[in-house]
């Protein structure tokens, strides 16, 4: 089968790739947007859409140059159709739709959420079902993946994302954008014992998540300590503690949705893990832990391709494209699409 281009532009990354079927990466550019986001400490959509569209032709361009083929011998163009920020999604799936249409090859709208959830079958070739935990900057779930368009929320958070967490964390103790590889960093050189923070929904049924009091507990440490500017060392310890206290959620969540997905998977089955987050080390370690325990695989994508990127969403095309799933090119842009929406389509 023909190899399929992939576009990834739902949010501050602009990313082309090229995957065949035999889950070979044939190109993968992503051009991040730090800069244009700094100054504001988050990403602005409006500043985004237009960082895109200056950049989508030649990130395109040189992702074709990189497999080294040209469009007539694609089998399909897919572009990431929502959720995101609505105008960064436009730029990327106008722009898929416009090869499509020039190059008459089928053209694919792929859910970011499920590009991501995907991943583990691009990379380590792990068959339905599995079990995954997408944590990313908007997104904290355990899916449970039964195919193509086929997904089962078994658990999510109630109020803010794991990312959203690491990152407001890192904003408050002045890492920058994007808090979660700072944190990560500064939690390394850290006494995780120092501050006590809580560990919510830990030992409660079910396998949702929440983090928003969490981040308040962190705001609430920094307010007891003297005032004046944090030490290295305030910093490194709070990070150690707050990454301690999401690790030790995620572990109890992961066990829990490991009991929920057992019903009804075979032996043998698979942990994946999968979104932004998932780069985290010391947190892919403690989830692999819970996996053992439990008798399950555990697969973690390298850490270029949990966080965005456009492989994730042309192996989606190539998956789609294998089962004539393929969307018409009056495909809306979708700000909001849950995976459980899928299927309906
Ligand atoms: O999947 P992603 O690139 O974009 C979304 O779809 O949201 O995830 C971005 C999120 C950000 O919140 C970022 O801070 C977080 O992933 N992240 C990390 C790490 N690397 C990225 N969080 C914790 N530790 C990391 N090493
Ligand atoms: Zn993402």
């Known amino acids: 089968m ?4 992939g576009i990834e532009t739902s949010c501050d990354e602009t990313a082309a790739a090229v995957v065949d079927d035999r889950r070979a990466i ?9 800069d244009a986001h700094r100054d ?3 990403v ?3 500043i985004a859409a237009r960082a895109h569209l200056e950049v989508v032709d030649r990130v395109v361009d040189r992702a074709m140059k990189d497999a080294g083929i040209g469009f007539d011998a694609l089998g399909g163009v897919a572009a990431t159709g929502g ?3 609505i105008g960064g999604v436009i730029v990327g799936a106008m722009t898929g739709k416009a090869i499509a249409a020039a190059h008459d090859l089928p053209f694919f709208a792929v859910n970011h959420l499920e590009a991501h959830v995907l991943t583990p079958r691009l990379t380590d070739n792990v068959d339905f079902p599995y079990l995954t ?4 900057g908007g997104h904290c779930q355990f899916v449970a993946v039964e195919g ?10 109630v109020d803010d994302a794991a990312g959203e967490a690491f990152d407001k964390v890192g904003k408050m103790l002045g890492l920058g954008y994007p808090g979660g590889p700072a944190v990560e960093r500064a939690a390394q050189a850290g006494d995780p014992e120092r501050f006590e923070l809580p560990r919510p929904l830990r030992g409660r049924a079910g396998c949702d998540f929440s983090f928003s009091g969490l981040k308040t507990a962190v705001r609430h440490a920094v307010e007891r300590l003297p005032a004046g500017p944090l030490s290295d060392r ?14 030790d959620v995620m572990a109890d969540r992961s066990a829990n949705a490991i009991a929920l997905f057992r019903d009804r998977c075979p032996d043998g089955a698979t942990l994946a893990v999968a979104g932004g987050v998932a780069a985290n080390r010391a947190l892919r370690a403690r989830i692999e832990a819970v996996a053992e325990e439990h008798g399950l695989s555990f697969v973690a994508p390298p850490a270029r391709l949990c966080t965005d990127n456009a492989a994730m969403v042309a192996w989606t095309g190539v998956e789609r494209l294998a089962l004539g799933l393929a969307d018409g090119l009056d495909f809306a842009p979708r700000p909001r699409w849950p995976l459980e929406d899928l299927a309906a389509r």
């Open 2 to 5: 023909s190899p399929v281009l």
């Open 26 to 34: 044939l190109a993968d550019v992503v051009r991040d947007q730090l």
């Open 40 to 42: 504001y400490g988050g």
């Open 44 to 46: 602005v959509p409006e």
């Open 83 to 85: 959720p995101g920020l």
């Open 133 to 136: 935990l997408l944590v990313s």
């Open 148 to 157: 193509v368009g086929r997904h089962r929320l078994l658990g999510t958070t």
């Open 234 to 247: 305030d910093v490194a310890d709070l990070c150690a503690a707050f990454q301690q206290s999401v690790a």
